[in-house]
């Protein structure tokens, strides 16, 4: 059971604006940086974000993140189909010094 | 550029151990800026971070809890790889096995790279 909480799916059309959103605690979310992963179907993950809101070289500026207490969101604005793919989130937790993911969120670009 | 690269079997009996290794390339093991991390995933439980090593003057190790008995991580810097072993395996142990590394001493800990995977199934 992951002590990250995302929703399992999301969705959206081409254009449109779609948050997915992670819940944590105060050891996790609420002490340390959150990023965030891409995984198409058979790839490994892929970073997408870090240290909360920081976005790595090569991933479009339509995606941003964003990080208040003990809960981060996902934006990905301008969606486009490619966009499909599914999104976690992830942080150290100091209680239990682990690696802590999110259950993932599928989106899906109707 | 950085590539890890996995291997090891693909079918595991019960209660005997699983073992995989990464071969890192674009990189040293010893690497100060950098922590070896295991991450496998399933349905069941998604995405599970199991354990990493890093050098800093000298070797150190981290391990989940829901493994700590079972896991060793191990570090070999003859070949520049980084190893798992996950003993007294079950069923509920299959899933894909990720390697990756973990930037560390930028207060950055993205991992930023994978292996390419390797599917292990627990079964007689």
């Known amino acids: 059971q992951s002590v990250l909480t995302q929703p399992p799916s999301a969705s959206g059309t081409p254009g449109q604006r779609v948050t997915i959103s992670c819940s944590g605690s105060r050891s996790n979310i609420g002490s340390n940086y959150v990023y965030w992963y891409q995984q198409v179907p058979g790839m490994a993950p892929k970073v997408l974000m870090y240290?909360?809101?920081e976005r790595p070289s090569g991933v479009p500026d339509r995606f941003s993140a964003s990080k208040s207490d003990t809960s981060a969101s996902l934006a990905i604005s301008g969606l486009r189909s490619e966009d499909e793919a599914d999104y976690f989130c992830?942080?150290?937790?100091?209680?239990?010094?682990?690696?802590?993911f999110g259950g993932g969120t599928k989106l899906t670009v109707l | 550029q950085v590539q890890l690269q996995q291997s090891g079997p693909g079918l595991v009996k019960p209660s005997q151990t699983l073992s995989l290794t990464c071969v890192i390339s674009?990189?040293?093991?010893?690497?100060?800026?950098?922590?070896w991390n295991w991450i496998r995933q399933s349905p069941s439980r998604g995405l599970e971070w199991l354990g990493r090593t890093w050098y800093k003057s000298k070797w150190s190790y981290d391990y989940a809890v829901s493994v700590k008995s079972r896991i060793t991580v191990t570090p070999d810097t003859s070949k520049n790889q980084f190893s798992l072993h996950l003993s007294s395996v079950t069923p509920d142990d299959s899933a894909v096995y990720y390697c990756?590394?973990?930037?560390?001493?930028?207060?950055?800990?993205?991992?930023?790279?994978w292996g390419q995977g390797t599917l292990v199934t627990v079964s007689s």
């Open positions: 240290r909360n809101d």
């Open positions: 992830a942080a150290w937790d100091d209680g239990l010094s682990v690696w802590m």
């Open positions: 674009g990189d040293s093991v010893s690497s100060d800026r950098a922590a």
């Open positions: 990756a590394r973990e930037d560390v001493g930028y207060g950055n800990n993205q991992f930023a790279f």
